[in-house]
């Protein structure tokens, strides 16, 4: 009885996180949300092109 409801719970407020997480990213836009919005050449509106290619230089020094 008791492994049920910690099991229940669990899956409940594992639920409940992803439809947190799922809002707090939807607020974001395209962009935001995308794992490659610093690295993107999309031309999103939320990295400016100073920013990518910043980030394009450390990851080439890097290498």
Known sequence: MIVSI?????????ATWMVYSFFKKSRQG???TCALNKTC???????????????????HVSK
């Not at 910690?6 to 594992?14: A, C, K, S, T, W």
């Not at 050449?41 to 990295?47: D, M, R």
């Open 30 to 32: 395209k962009c935001g």
């Open 41 to 59: 050449k999309s031309g999103c509106a939320t990295v400016s092109q100073d920013q990518r290619q910043h980030v394009l230089n450390i990851k």
């Open 6 to 14: 910690i099991l229940g719970l669990l899956i409940f407020g594992y």
